[in-house]
């Protein structure tokens, strides 16, 4: 690129792994529940420059099996959560040293959220809601050699917010994730 300023400068895609772990707040009245798993990602974005700063925007989806089960405030029944999707369309600003990039991302997210109550002879009540909310996070990527590969460490954090699950009874509840990943770039 004639006009690159930055080694990060263009489109790119990527994917990655990684680790998740999150909390559902006021579920049946028990608090917060834990839920835990892994991650697999897939990224597309733009970057632009003005000298060592870099800006620019990106988009993810991942799929994984964030979840938990605790006992529900009748210990016979269960309380289960599990987040299968997470999605993001944020911004990003970074700062170019050399061929690293260490960057700050915010934005606007959403996660597909079960949750289910599940009585002593394992009678199922569940539910799915897309919950909306934003995220925000931090990384840094930098070039493998003179390849149009790069490498990336982040963490993003997930607040999706409030939303009311209708399972033996309706539940409001709010539910946040937080991933680390690492994850593959191709510069393009």
């Not at 004639?2 to 559902?24: E, I, K, P």
């Not at 939303?163 to 539940?171: G, L, M, R």
Request: with cysteine; charged share 15%.
């Amino acid at each position: 690129m004639a006009n690159a300023q930055t080694a990060f400068d263009g489109g790119y895609f990527g994917f990655g792994l990684g680790y998740g772990h999150g909390t559902v707040s006021d579920f049946d009245g028990t608090g917060s529940l834990s839920m835990d798993g892994a991650v697999g990602s897939a990224f597309v974005g733009w970057n632009g420059s003005n000298g060592n700063v870099v800006y620019g925007v990106e988009a993810d989806i991942s799929f994984g099996n964030i979840q938990g089960d605790a006992a529900c405030i009748n210990p016979s029944w269960t309380c289960d959560a599990e987040v299968s999707t997470l999605g993001s369309a944020r911004g990003r600003l970074g700062f170019a040293q050399n061929n690293t990039l260490f960057y700050a991302t915010a934005g606007a997210a959403m996660g597909r959220v079960q949750l289910t109550t599940i009585d002593a002879v394992g009678n199922e009540f569940p539910d799915t809601q897309t919950a909306t909310g934003w995220v925000a996070g931090v990384g840094i990527e930098g070039k493998l050699g003179t390849s149009p590969w790069h490498y990336r460490a982040e963490y993003l954090h997930h607040d999706l917010g409030e939303k009311t699950y209708n399972t033996d009874v309706p539940y409001t509840a709010g539910t946040t994730v937080g991933v680390a990943r690492f994850g593959l770039v191709m510069q393009f």
